[in-house]
Protein backbone atom coordinates (compact mmCIF):
# COMPACT_ATOMS: atom_id res chain seq x y z
CA UNK A 1 0.00 0.00 0.00
CA UNK A 2 1.58 3.48 -0.91
CA UNK A 3 2.55 5.83 1.72
CA UNK A 4 0.00 8.04 2.51
CA UNK A 5 0.80 11.62 1.71
CA UNK A 6 0.21 14.84 3.44
CA UNK A 7 0.20 17.70 0.96
CA UNK A 8 1.35 20.49 2.56
CA UNK A 9 0.91 23.38 -0.37
CA UNK A 10 -2.91 23.54 -1.82
CA UNK A 11 -4.04 26.52 -3.09
CA UNK A 12 -8.39 26.58 -3.25
CA UNK A 13 -9.69 29.62 -5.48
CA UNK A 14 -13.27 30.84 -4.94
CA UNK A 15 -13.69 34.01 -7.20
CA UNK A 16 -16.66 34.65 -6.05
CA UNK A 17 -15.24 35.25 -2.66
CA UNK A 18 -12.40 36.39 -2.88
CA UNK A 19 -10.42 38.51 -5.11
CA UNK A 20 -7.23 37.34 -6.90
CA UNK A 21 -5.09 40.64 -8.66
CA UNK A 22 -2.55 37.60 -9.97
CA UNK A 23 -4.48 35.43 -11.89
CA UNK A 24 -5.42 37.71 -14.58
CA UNK A 25 -1.81 37.19 -15.34
CA UNK A 26 -2.09 33.22 -15.87
CA UNK A 27 -4.79 32.69 -18.06
CA UNK A 28 -4.98 28.85 -17.42
CA UNK A 29 -5.48 28.95 -13.47
CA UNK A 30 -7.91 32.14 -14.05
CA UNK A 31 -10.85 29.99 -13.23
CA UNK A 32 -12.24 28.52 -9.50
CA UNK A 33 -9.93 25.52 -7.96
CA UNK A 34 -12.58 24.26 -5.23
CA UNK A 35 -12.07 21.53 -2.37
CA UNK A 36 -14.57 19.93 -4.56
CA UNK A 37 -13.00 19.48 -7.37
CA UNK A 38 -9.42 18.61 -5.39
CA UNK A 39 -10.52 15.84 -3.22
CA UNK A 40 -11.25 13.33 -5.80
CA UNK A 41 -7.95 13.64 -7.67
CA UNK A 42 -6.58 13.78 -4.09
CA UNK A 43 -7.77 11.02 -2.74
CA UNK A 44 -7.13 8.96 -6.18
CA UNK A 45 -3.40 10.04 -5.58
CA UNK A 46 -2.57 9.35 -2.24
CA UNK A 47 -3.30 12.27 -0.16
CA UNK A 48 -4.40 11.73 3.11
CA UNK A 49 -4.56 15.27 4.14
CA UNK A 50 -3.69 18.44 3.37
CA UNK A 51 -2.63 22.56 4.91
CA UNK A 52 -3.96 25.02 2.86
CA UNK A 53 -1.40 27.23 0.85
CA UNK A 54 -2.74 31.30 0.75
CA UNK A 55 -3.18 32.71 -2.62
CA UNK A 56 -2.25 36.00 -2.21
CA UNK A 57 -5.98 37.37 -2.39
CA UNK A 58 -6.19 41.00 -2.42
CA UNK A 59 -4.60 42.50 1.07
CA UNK A 60 -8.73 43.25 2.29
CA UNK A 61 -9.51 39.69 1.71
CA UNK A 62 -6.46 37.90 3.46
CA UNK A 63 -8.13 37.71 7.00
CA UNK A 64 -11.12 36.37 5.26
CA UNK A 65 -9.26 33.53 2.94
CA UNK A 66 -7.53 32.14 6.59
CA UNK A 67 -11.29 31.91 8.39
CA UNK A 68 -13.04 30.71 5.24
CA UNK A 69 -10.35 27.53 4.35
CA UNK A 70 -9.88 26.61 8.35
CA UNK A 71 -13.86 26.30 8.63
CA UNK A 72 -13.61 23.63 5.84
CA UNK A 73 -12.58 20.48 7.85
CA UNK A 74 -12.43 16.92 6.67
CA UNK A 75 -8.94 16.94 4.72
CA UNK A 76 -7.83 20.32 5.17
CA UNK A 77 -6.37 19.99 8.67
CA UNK A 78 -4.50 23.21 8.62
CA UNK A 79 -3.32 26.50 7.00
CA UNK A 80 -0.77 29.10 5.91
CA UNK A 81 -1.55 32.43 6.46
CA UNK A 82 -0.44 35.52 4.48
CA UNK A 83 0.73 38.40 5.97
CA UNK A 84 2.19 41.62 5.46
CA UNK A 85 5.60 41.53 7.83
CA UNK A 86 7.04 45.04 6.09
CA UNK A 87 3.95 46.53 7.82
CA UNK A 88 3.83 48.38 11.18
CA UNK A 89 0.62 46.84 11.92
CA UNK A 90 2.13 43.27 12.28
CA UNK A 91 2.20 42.68 15.63
CA UNK A 92 -2.11 42.80 15.75
CA UNK A 93 -2.15 40.63 12.56
CA UNK A 94 -0.60 38.18 13.80
CA UNK A 95 -2.22 38.27 17.23
CA UNK A 96 -5.44 37.51 15.35
CA UNK A 97 -3.94 35.04 12.96
CA UNK A 98 -2.29 33.04 15.70
CA UNK A 99 -5.62 32.93 17.90
CA UNK A 100 -6.39 30.17 15.29
CA UNK A 101 -5.67 26.69 16.31
CA UNK A 102 -5.74 25.66 12.68
CA UNK A 103 -2.88 28.24 10.93
CA UNK A 104 0.34 26.57 11.73
CA UNK A 105 2.62 29.09 9.80
CA UNK A 106 2.44 32.30 7.65
CA UNK A 107 4.03 33.44 3.92
CA UNK A 108 4.44 36.86 2.63
CA UNK A 109 5.07 36.23 -1.39
CA UNK A 110 8.69 37.38 -2.16
CA UNK A 111 9.04 36.26 -5.75
CA UNK A 112 6.95 38.92 -7.20
CA UNK A 113 8.10 41.48 -4.73
CA UNK A 114 11.02 43.76 -4.79
CA UNK A 115 13.90 42.62 -2.69
CA UNK A 116 14.01 45.32 -0.93
CA UNK A 117 10.81 44.45 0.87
CA UNK A 118 12.22 41.81 2.27
CA UNK A 119 15.68 43.12 3.36
CA UNK A 120 13.88 46.11 5.51
CA UNK A 121 14.62 45.95 9.18
CA UNK A 122 11.16 46.02 10.22
CA UNK A 123 10.49 42.64 8.31
CA UNK A 124 13.01 40.57 10.00
CA UNK A 125 12.07 42.28 13.30
CA UNK A 126 8.40 41.23 12.81
CA UNK A 127 9.32 38.00 11.70
CA UNK A 128 11.13 36.83 15.09
CA UNK A 129 7.76 37.68 16.38
CA UNK A 130 7.19 34.17 14.80
CA UNK A 131 8.42 32.23 17.17
CA UNK A 132 6.99 33.02 20.36
CA UNK A 133 3.97 32.36 18.61
CA UNK A 134 4.88 29.04 17.53
CA UNK A 135 4.56 29.99 13.86
CA UNK A 136 6.51 29.39 10.62
CA UNK A 137 7.20 30.75 7.56
CA UNK A 138 6.99 29.82 4.34
CA UNK A 139 9.77 31.27 1.99
CA UNK A 140 8.23 31.58 -1.27
CA UNK A 141 11.66 33.35 -3.48
CA UNK A 142 12.73 33.19 -6.86
CA UNK A 143 15.89 31.08 -7.51
CA UNK A 144 18.02 34.61 -7.99
CA UNK A 145 16.73 35.55 -3.95
CA UNK A 146 17.85 32.38 -2.35
CA UNK A 147 20.77 34.37 -1.24
CA UNK A 148 17.71 36.80 0.73
CA UNK A 149 16.59 34.02 1.91
CA UNK A 150 19.73 32.89 3.87
CA UNK A 151 20.11 36.45 4.79
CA UNK A 152 16.34 36.34 6.58
CA UNK A 153 17.20 32.65 8.15
CA UNK A 154 20.15 34.13 9.68
CA UNK A 155 18.59 37.42 10.98
CA UNK A 156 16.01 34.88 12.88
CA UNK A 157 17.19 32.01 14.26
CA UNK A 158 14.45 31.01 16.44
CA UNK A 159 11.99 31.03 13.64
CA UNK A 160 11.39 27.42 11.61
CA UNK A 161 11.94 28.69 7.81
CA UNK A 162 10.25 26.11 4.71
CA UNK A 163 11.50 26.96 1.60
CA UNK A 164 8.79 26.77 -0.94
CA UNK A 165 8.95 24.70 -4.54
CA UNK A 166 12.69 23.83 -3.93
CA UNK A 167 14.24 27.35 -4.48
CA UNK A 168 12.12 28.19 -8.10
CA UNK A 169 14.93 26.48 -9.95
CA UNK A 170 14.91 27.04 -13.68
CA UNK A 171 14.18 23.08 -14.44
CA UNK A 172 12.79 24.06 -17.64
CA UNK A 173 16.40 25.59 -18.65
CA UNK A 174 17.99 23.29 -16.36
CA UNK A 175 19.44 25.64 -14.34
CA UNK A 176 21.43 23.68 -11.72
CA UNK A 177 23.64 26.31 -11.47
CA UNK A 178 24.28 28.66 -9.18
CA UNK A 179 20.93 27.28 -7.15
CA UNK A 180 22.70 23.87 -6.17
CA UNK A 181 25.52 26.48 -4.57
CA UNK A 182 23.13 28.60 -3.16
CA UNK A 183 20.28 26.02 -1.82
CA UNK A 184 23.50 24.34 -0.14
CA UNK A 185 24.21 27.44 1.41
CA UNK A 186 20.60 27.74 2.79
CA UNK A 187 20.32 24.08 4.21
CA UNK A 188 23.72 24.35 6.29
CA UNK A 189 21.12 26.96 8.09
CA UNK A 190 19.20 24.62 11.01
CA UNK A 191 15.95 26.76 10.99
CA UNK A 192 15.10 26.21 7.22
CA UNK A 193 13.55 23.20 5.89
CA UNK A 194 12.61 22.24 2.42
CA UNK A 195 9.15 22.01 0.11
CA UNK A 196 9.64 19.50 -2.61
CA UNK A 197 6.70 21.16 -4.55
CA UNK A 198 6.33 23.29 -7.82
CA UNK A 199 9.07 22.10 -9.66
CA UNK A 200 6.98 20.89 -12.34
CA UNK A 201 5.32 23.96 -12.85
CA UNK A 202 8.58 25.42 -13.76
CA UNK A 203 9.24 22.45 -16.44
CA UNK A 204 8.85 22.04 -19.43
CA UNK A 205 5.13 20.89 -20.69
CA UNK A 206 6.81 17.73 -21.86
CA UNK A 207 9.31 16.77 -18.66
CA UNK A 208 10.26 13.54 -17.88
CA UNK A 209 11.00 12.16 -14.07
CA UNK A 210 14.68 12.68 -15.20
CA UNK A 211 14.30 15.86 -16.03
CA UNK A 212 12.89 17.15 -12.37
CA UNK A 213 15.25 13.89 -10.58
CA UNK A 214 18.60 16.48 -10.36
CA UNK A 215 16.23 19.28 -8.69
CA UNK A 216 14.64 17.12 -6.06
CA UNK A 217 17.52 14.93 -5.19
CA UNK A 218 19.93 17.59 -4.71
CA UNK A 219 17.24 19.17 -2.49
CA UNK A 220 16.72 16.31 -0.51
CA UNK A 221 20.41 15.38 -0.10
CA UNK A 222 21.13 18.65 0.78
CA UNK A 223 18.62 19.21 4.12
CA UNK A 224 18.57 15.71 4.66
CA UNK A 225 15.57 13.02 4.83
CA UNK A 226 14.62 15.17 8.14
CA UNK A 227 13.91 18.19 6.87
CA UNK A 228 12.06 18.21 3.39
CA UNK A 229 7.74 17.94 3.24
CA UNK A 230 6.13 17.21 0.17
CA UNK A 231 3.45 19.95 -1.65
CA UNK A 232 1.23 19.62 -4.58
CA UNK A 233 1.37 23.55 -5.41
CA UNK A 234 -2.29 22.69 -6.79
CA UNK A 235 -3.66 24.32 -9.12
CA UNK A 236 -0.13 25.48 -10.05
CA UNK A 237 1.08 22.30 -10.98
CA UNK A 238 -1.69 21.73 -13.88
CA UNK A 239 0.02 24.39 -15.90
CA UNK A 240 2.12 20.75 -17.05
CA UNK A 241 0.78 18.30 -14.95
CA UNK A 242 -2.39 16.50 -13.21
CA UNK A 243 -1.46 15.96 -9.38
CA UNK A 244 -1.56 12.38 -9.93
CA UNK A 245 1.40 12.75 -12.20
CA UNK A 246 3.49 14.85 -9.50
CA UNK A 247 2.63 12.35 -7.08
CA UNK A 248 3.55 9.71 -9.55
CA UNK A 249 6.82 11.57 -10.51
CA UNK A 250 7.92 12.17 -6.19
CA UNK A 251 7.26 8.60 -5.82
CA UNK A 252 9.34 7.44 -8.62
CA UNK A 253 12.18 9.69 -7.80
CA UNK A 254 12.46 8.62 -4.04
CA UNK A 255 11.60 4.57 -5.33
CA UNK A 256 15.28 3.82 -4.07
CA UNK A 257 15.20 5.04 -0.54
CA UNK A 258 14.05 3.53 2.71
CA UNK A 259 10.85 3.31 3.65
CA UNK A 260 11.58 5.21 6.61
CA UNK A 261 12.67 8.04 4.84
CA UNK A 262 9.65 8.48 2.11
CA UNK A 263 7.72 8.59 4.66
CA UNK A 264 9.61 11.32 6.55
CA UNK A 265 9.35 13.27 2.87
CA UNK A 266 5.85 12.76 2.30
CA UNK A 267 4.14 12.65 5.92
CA UNK A 268 6.13 12.70 9.27
CA UNK A 269 8.35 15.99 8.71
CA UNK A 270 5.33 17.65 7.57
CA UNK A 271 3.61 16.91 11.16
CA UNK A 272 6.79 17.97 13.51
CA UNK A 273 7.30 20.92 11.30
CA UNK A 274 3.84 22.42 11.07
CA UNK A 275 3.05 21.23 14.76
CA UNK A 276 -0.32 19.25 13.36
CA UNK A 277 -1.92 17.61 15.43
Excluded at 33 to 62: C, K, N, R, S, W
Excluded at 129 to 142: I, M, N, P, Q, T
Aim: net charge neutral; charged share 25%.
Amino acid sequence: MPIPIIDTHLHLVYRDRFSYPWLGDVPPLDRDFTLETYLPQAEAAGIAQAIHMEVDVAEADQMRETEFVTSRGGKVIAAIASCRPESRDFPVQLERLAANPKVKGLRRILHTSPDTLSQAPIFTENLKRLAAAKLSFDLCVLARQLPLALRIARACPEVQFILDHCGVPGVKDRALDPWRADIKALAAEPNVACKVSGVVAYADANWTVDDLRPFVTHAIESFGWDRVVWGSDWPVCTLTADLRRWVDATRAIIAGESEANQAKLLNGNARRIYRLN
